[in-house]
């Protein structure tokens, strides 16, 4: 197991390499060009998710709030918390910095694939919505052959990533933090009996589909994110006095490269800019993909309207939430250096839940209240993030196999929630990270290939004024 540890490690550092990071970053930028800075459209893109679209008028299964919570459940959860703790102790503070780069810029990545999720989704036999990357790559792309491969081996891989990120991650975040709380006595609870209650409780919910999803995180993720950027503001008061060192911190290292607390955190700008573009993709996924194959089944009149709204998810997710997670962690730190100390000499970020170890850490800091507010943030973020990857991961497999593979996938994926509470930190993250680039070299292709579509319509609908059009396009009806 040691020597497939190792292996996997080695090959999570050749995949994320400088190849990939260029590819991310050269998507965020080219798509922020093509769709001339469509981040500076937020403002309606935020009030246009808090509205309606009339279903007698527009096609679709979900609501546009509908569609961004259950996206934001599979995104706004331990990425923020355990991804931004694990991001600070392999990258250091400058990995912060990096990750909020890829939130700012992918806002467009965000649009855009999910403005080819929307333009080239199908109907099944059943008048159901199915679509996202593959779907995009299938119909879009000139080279139908070339299409086909990328759309299959996106999809496959979109399987693969639910099983790591959506739910041996979430479960072994949710598990590290448990060991790690001073609220009781977290080393008592057996990993196996946690992935017990994890199995039961998400298996009632994916059970019922897409809207059973949808409804309960329309309910749980205002609630939770709301609830946990309060917290973190009330931590960042109570170290006011390290705030401006923070941020300060933060940026330099960003640049420079050199190591914090005293040699102890990160050092290096590839580990900084490495370990911020991983984080920021696993915290916001714009790139990734994922958030279409939910975003493709809202009740929209045009592929923009919900392309725009599904950009108000990195903002949350990933400009706002990671900054303050980020600003909340170093603060803890410099306030309390010993912090750091503690979890190197226990194992550092190598450690069973290192991340986690490090949130709950600086979450002390709080007598009883700050420990209380992470293990039910991290109850509420882990479930709904599993809740949204399950619906991602049935929709990859209903492409590949038709619907009779997803009562098999759904049976694996509890599988594997329940062997993240039992398995090693490391090695799950280290997969997870894997199959995120995997999925995310088809996609940005697609992104890329179609980005002349995009730009040409966003100009016709966002920019000229067309937001209120309804497209016209007759959607296709595929037998799955």
Not at 250 to 255: D, E, N, P, V
Request: charged content about 10%.
């Amino acid at each position: 197991m040691e020597a497939f540890a190792s292996g996997v490690s080695a090959v999570d550092s050749f995949v994320w390499g400088w190849a990939l990071i260029w590819l991310l970053l050269g998507t965020h930028l080219i798509m922020t060009f093509r769709t001339k800075f469509i981040q500076r459209k937020i403002g309606k893109a935020i009030a246009l998710s808090i509205a309606k679209d009339d279903p007698s008028f527009s096609e679709g299964d979900i609501s546009q709030f509908g569609a961004l919570t259950t996206a934001l459940a599979a995104t706004i959860g331990t990425g923020n918390i355990v991804g931004v703790g694990t991001g600070l102790l392999f990258g250091g503070p400058g990995a912060i910095f990096w990750m909020w780069i890829t939130g700012v810029f992918g806002m467009a990545t965000k649009y855009s694939e999910v403005y080819m999720a929307l333009k080239y989704r199908v109907k099944d036999k059943n008048g159901e919505m199915l679509g996202g990357a593959m779907y995009a790559l299938e119909r879009g792309l000139k080279n139908k052959k070339v299409g086909k491969v990328l759309a299959v081996l996106f999809a496959l891989f979109t399987a693969i990533a639910s099983f790591g990120i959506g739910a041996s991650v979430q479960s072994n975040s949710l598990a590290g933090a448990i060991h790690s709380t001073s609220l009781f006595n977290g080393d008592a609870v057996p990993g196996w009996l946690i992935g017990i209650v994890c199995v039961i409780l998400v298996g009632i919910v994916i059970l019922g589909g897409v809207k059973s999803i949808s409804r309960v995180c329309e309910k749980l993720v205002p609630f939770m994110a709301i609830f946990y950027a309060a917290c973190c503001i009330i931590i960042i008061c109570i170290n006011y006095r390290y705030v401006g060192e923070a941020i300060g911190l933060i940026l330099s290292c960003a640049f420079t490269g050199h190591a914090a607390f005293g040699g102890a955190v990160g050092s290096g700008m590839m580990l900084g800019l490495q370990y911020g573009f991983k984080r920021g993709l696993f915290s916001n996924e714009s790139g990734l993909g994922s958030a279409p194959l939910v975003a493709s089944s809202a009740i929209t009149k045009n592929p923009a309207r919900q392309a725009l709204v599904s950009m108000t998810g990195t903002f949350w997710d990933t400009v706002i939430i990671c900054a303050i997670t980020g600003i909340t962690l170093v603060s803890c730190m410099l306030a309390d250096p010993e912090i750091a100390d503690s979890i190197l000499a226990a194992g550092g970020a190598n450690a069973f839940g290192g991340g986690a170890a490090l949130a709950t850490a600086c979450f002390e800091t709080i007598p009883v209240f700050g420990p209380l507010v992470l293990v039910v943030g991290l109850l509420c973020f882990t479930y709904s993030t599993m809740l949204g990857w399950a619906q991602y991961g049935n929709r990859a497999i209903t492409y590949l196999f038709g619907s009779r593979g997803v009562r098999i996938y759904q049976i694996a994926f509890l599988f594997f929630v329940f062997w993240g509470c039992v398995s090693s930190g490391s090695l799950v993250w280290d997969i997870s990270d894997i199959t995120n680039a995997l999925m995310a070299v088809p996609n940005c292709i697609g992104v890329l290939a179609l980005s002349g579509v995009i730009a040409r319509e966003t100009q016709h609908y966002v920019y000229e004024n067309n937001l209120d059009e309804k497209d016209e396009a007759v959607l296709p009806v595929v037998n799955k």
